[in-house]
């Protein structure tokens, strides 16, 4: 996803800045996100290049909260906004390139479960 | 916080479905374990009460937010469990798919008082064969049935673990935790040993003998 071609600058959503909006405003209306398939715990981290971009807003804030790893769920707390304004504005990120996924096993090993077991017993 | 640096192996996410009926515990049951505060809106959001906090003063609201309970554990510097309580609510089903796709497993939660609460969270965990284990809350002054007896009223196969747990205590909670990891491995080494088709034969009760109210 990071060769997606950069997307024309008009279409970004514009922002209002009053902060009493309908939620899926800050989207530009938009309730479907760019990728499919992100998982509400995928883990998600920002391009270096990302914090002098030319965001604002909610993009700008899961930029900065991106510096170490996030997943939806972590950016939608912070935010308080709705999983499914943050899931679009994220995909948006993404595919500019100013977020990436965090590579994850596609299945976990036996291993890691057994790991998993012996974390949360000794929590 | 955790010590998760910028050259460490970036961190392995896991996710546990906390399932069960409205009002069984699921939030206190995140909350007891959880390094967080337990809770993400999701919504269909057509409208948004503006500077009010008594929204029953709101005529015609339209707007549905869902709580979810969302607790993050970090397990150590590269995997991070995070636990999300999914929506009691029958018309939230919708949900659940998105929150349970990739899932390590499930616990559900039961409150004797009002077992068939959790048939549509054993429904869904068998129909897509997610590893799960019932928890069964104990809540104070609660009358006190025998776990067999829980695994009678819910209907559940011999195999799956129930367990008893009190949704308050941090230590129970991790137990509970624990209990479906190994439900997990246990699925995992039997899906692919010599006790498998056996397994099979024994199969899950039909959703059928199941009867909703």
Known sequence: MTDDKWPHAGHRPRYDEDPVVRPFMLTGGRTRPVHDGLRIETQLVAAPAALSAPLRFESRRIVELCQRSKSLADLSAALMAPLGVVRVIVGDLLTEGYLRIEEQPDQLSTSLIERIRDRVRAL | ?213
Not at chain 2, 36 to 65: F, H, N, W, Y
Not at chain 2, 75 to 95: E, N
Not at chain 2, 160 to 177: G, N
Not at chain 2, 194 to 211: D, I, K, L, M
Request: overall charge negative; some cysteine.
């Open chain 2, 1 to 213: 916080m955790s010590a998760l640096s910028d050259t460490a192996a970036p961190p392995i996410a896991v996710k546990i479905v906390i399932s069960g009926g409205f009002g069984v515990g699921k939030t206190t049951f995140v909350g007891a374990i959880s390094e967080i505060e337990p809770l993400v809106t999701e919504a269909e959001l057509t409208e948004r009460s503006i500077g009010v906090d008594d929204t029953s003063a709101v005529s015609g609201k339209t707007t549905t937010t869902v709580a979810l309970d969302f607790g993050r554990i970090t397990l150590d510097d590269t995997l991070l469990l995070y636990l999300f309580g999914t929506p009691g609510q029958d018309r939230f089903a919708f949900l659940w798919d998105d929150l349970v796709d990739g899932a390590l497993g499930a616990v559900v939660l039961v409150d004797t008082r009002r077992v068939e609460d959790s048939f549509p969270a054993i429904d869904y965990f068998e129909e897509n064969e997610i590893p799960f284990i019932v928890a069964v809350n104990r809540f104070d002054g609660g009358q006190r049935f025998g776990l067999a007896e829980v695994r009678d009223a819910l209907g559940v196969d011999a195999t799956v673990p129930i367990v008893e747990c009190d949704a308050r205590q941090r230590e129970s909670v991790k137990d509970v935790l624990a209990a479906l990891t190994e439900e997990v491995l246990t699925r995992r080494l039997g899906a692919s040993g010599p006790g498998a088709v056996a397994r099979r034969e024994q199969g899950p009760t039909s959703p059928a003998s199941r009867r909703h109210p």
